[in-house]
């Protein structure tokens, strides 16, 4: 029984004489690693034997009948008229490593940040003191057979661009796919006042010829930088128009899919990350 308790002794000094300095720091640290920029890095890690297999990371599914047409969050996501990205908006706020049963982590970030949707009270502060948030967005326009069209791509979308895309009448959704998608802009961390969008003739032209109700575009505003509140106005006034913007368009085909946005339950806000996915 001596030798053996000797033996588990030996085996726990050999244990701690191989813990460095760095993860012991690590593991008392109110943040630990594993949410910053090195934690993307690992994803991508050939994995190890006899280690948890590391997880997939999916654009597609269902053998190609689900797409997945939301950006990833990552601290390099574009945030409106910023050079330096949405940063660190994801902390461990309680560890395993540090005791705690569980992990729990924090998140701090701006409604409108990445693939998200606008309320009629981003706009008009009338809508906003009457509680027109992301609650009370309808959840029918935001599911349902939708148009992906390709926009012409030397022009922001102008009433003359609006209508060469020939939208029939009955269309209720549509995504606009700009030249926002061939410059990949929400691939880079700066953002960028060029970006393609709306002008307010554009939106006027929309909302008096057609039938949309959903508005759907591939960077972070649908309004063109230049029309910026000017579009959003035009839009937003009915509160019947749902804006979905920082969509990924790319690499699918033009046509009609089946949409699916849900946007978070946030009573009393503006703007909402939401989830989106298109299905043959």
């Not at 560890?95 to 606008?118: W, Y």
Request: proline letters at 5%.
């Amino acid at each position: 029984m001596a030798a053996q308790s000797l033996l588990l002794l030996f085996l726990h000094l050999v244990m701690i004489s191989t813990i460095s300095p760095a993860a012991t720091t690590a593991t008392i640290s109110a943040y630990p690693s594993g949410h910053g920029p090195e934690a993307y890095c690992r994803v991508h890690a050939p994995a190890v034997e006899g280690v948890t297999p590391l997880p997939q990371r999916r654009e597609v599914y269902g053998n190609g009948r689900i797409y997945d047409i939301s950006h990833r969050y990552t601290p390099n996501m574009p945030a409106f008229d910023s050079a330096d990205g949405i940063g660190q908006f994801l902390r461990l706020d309680t560890s395993m490593k540090n005791g705690s049963f569980a992990n729990i982590s924090e998140m701090k970030l701006i409604s409108h940040s990445g693939t998200h949707v606008d309320a009629p009270g981003h706009f008009y502060d009338t809508y906003f003191d009457a509680g027109y948030d992301v609650d009370t967005l309808d959840l029918d326009v935001l599911n349902g057979p939708a148009l992906l069209v390709d926009v012409p791509r030397d022009t922001n979308i102008t009433a003359e661009a609006m209508e060469s895309l020939h939208i029939p009448k009955g269309v209720i959704r549509v995504l606009f796919r700009t030249l926002n998608s061939d410059r990949e802009l929400m691939f880079k961390k700066e953002f960028d006042s060029s970006y393609t969008g709306f002008m307010k003739d554009g939106a006027q032209w929309l909302v008096d010829n057609t039938d949309i109700k959903l508005v759907g575009i591939d960077y972070l505003s649908v309004a063109a930088y230049e029309d910026l509140i000017s579009a959003h106005l035009v839009f937003l006034e009915s509160k019947e128009v749902i804006l979905v913007e920082g969509l990924k368009l790319d690499n699918l085909p033009a046509g009609i899919y089946g949409l699916h946005c849900l946007p978070l339950r946030l009573l009393g806000a503006d703007g909402s990350p939401v989830r989106c996915i298109l299905m043959k």
